[in-house]
């Protein structure tokens, strides 16, 4: 079975660029969940979807990111304009079903904001 | 006072002894609890996972729970180099309005030759 799959897996760009990721969850999850993850630290949660309906986006900064689930499958989450404090790793997960069961999680997009 | 508390480490333990990993929460109605391995630069690995107080063992690997406590552990039996990555406890806890998965902030373990 194939795992959460992200893209890309590094980006570096300048302050004020915008940026885009990408996430296609493990086939039947129907739970999507964007984090971000600073060094040292565990990774602290944006935005969840229950299929396409975003159930929780109460840590996600709506004035400079926004996200998408069309289809209730892929998902994007973007940037703009992105900040210096945005370089952390973006990790995208999903789990089976409603609430938090076991989530797994994609490799990360690695965001360097120059 | 954080939700999900771990010690930092970095904690070191040789070859084929016991290591042992702690984790304490502080919401009390939290019931599902979840050990993540994450290696140096890779993405967080779901190791284990643990809903009813007591001891829940899966190869090498055992998660203690006590509720009452509120307190969670990983012990992993026979470390093996190959353990060295940094372990995280997460919890669904209370954020606000809405209930979600909470991580500490990892603990290292380095397993020495």
């Known amino acids: 079975e194939a795992g959460v799959v992200q893209s890309p897996r590094y980006k570096i760009i300048e302050k004020k660029q915008p940026v885009a990721f990408w996430c296609n969850p493990i086939?039947?999850?129907?739970?999507l969940y964007w984090y971000r993850q600073n060094l040292g630290q565990g990774p602290e949660l944006l935005i969840r979807?229950?299929?396409?309906?975003?159930?929780?986006d109460s840590q996600l900064p709506k004035d400079r990111f926004s996200a998408e689930r069309l289809k209730g499958v892929d998902s994007t989450l973007k940037i703009q304009p992105a900040e210096l404090g945005d370089s952390a790793v973006y990790l995208c997960?999903?789990?089976?079903?409603?609430?938090?069961?076991?989530?797994?999680f994609g490799p990360g997009t690695r965001l360097t904001v120059t | 006072q954080k939700e999900v508390e771990q010690n930092s480490g970095p904690l070191s333990v040789p070859e084929g002894a016991i290591a042992s990993l702690n984790c304490t929460y502080s919401?009390?109605?939290?019931?599902?609890f979840f050990w993540y391995r994450q290696y140096s630069g890779k993405s967080p690995e779901l190791i284990m996972s643990?809903?009813?107080?007591g001891d829940k063992e899966d190869g090498r690997f055992t998660a203690q729970l006590n509720k009452a406590s509120q307190y969670v552990s990983l012990l992993i039996r026979d470390s093996q180099p190959s353990d060295s990555a940094t372990y995280l406890c997460?919890?669904?806890?209370?954020?606000?309005?809405?209930?979600?998965?909470?991580f500490g902030s990892g603990t290292q373990l380095t397993v020495l030759p």
């Open positions: 997460a919890v669904n806890a209370a954020s606000g309005s809405a209930r979600q998965l909470t």
């Open positions: 643990i809903y009813s107080n």
């Open positions: 979807y229950e299929n396409e309906e975003a159930v929780d």
């Open positions: 086939s039947g999850h129907n739970t």
């Open positions: 919401d009390r109605v939290s019931q599902s």
């Open positions: 997960a999903s789990s089976l079903g409603r609430g938090y069961y076991e989530q797994y």
